[in-house]
């Protein structure tokens, strides 16, 4: 499975950004995606996650209300809304395919993107 993110940029504070995942290879094997992010000098955290079917979500505190993850089975591609983003948003962020439903502790998923650069200037 390769995943290919997009739509990272610079944005001012409370500006919105919309990232994409396209998968390609063996799609038919993912189960749950996610959007993970690490900042300058800290560890890599889970903002957003999304069952197979679409229809459970789970999200960072941090990001509750501002962002939204969804996926289009027949595009092969996930996103992330990032509405009234703040400087405490800026890092990396990583798309994130799991061969199975859920995320855990110790489970982080098993095909990672490259990663894009999101940066919220105040």
């Known amino acids: 499975v390769q995943l290919v993110e997009s739509g990272g940029g610079l944005v001012q504070a409370g500006g919105s950004l919309r990232l994409s995942c396209v998968a390609s290879?063996?799609?038919?094997?993912?189960?749950?995606m996610g959007w993970y992010r690490q900042a300058l000098g800290k560890q890599r955290e889970l903002v957003a996650s999304?069952?197979?079917?679409?229809?459970?979500?789970n999200y960072a505190d941090s990001v509750k209300g501002r962002f939204t993850i969804s996926r289009d089975h027949a595009k092969n591609t996930m996103y992330l809304q990032m509405n009234s983003l703040e400087p405490e948003d800026t890092a990396v962020y990583y798309c994130?395919?799991?061969?199975?439903?859920?995320?855990?502790?110790?489970?982080?998923?098993?095909?990672w993107g490259q990663g894009t650069q999101v940066t919220v200037s105040s």
């Open positions: 994130n395919a799991a061969l199975y439903p859920f995320y855990s502790s110790v489970y982080a998923g098993d095909y």
């Open positions: 290879g063996r799609t038919f094997s993912i189960n749950a």
């Open positions: 999304i069952t197979s079917g679409g229809g459970g979500t």
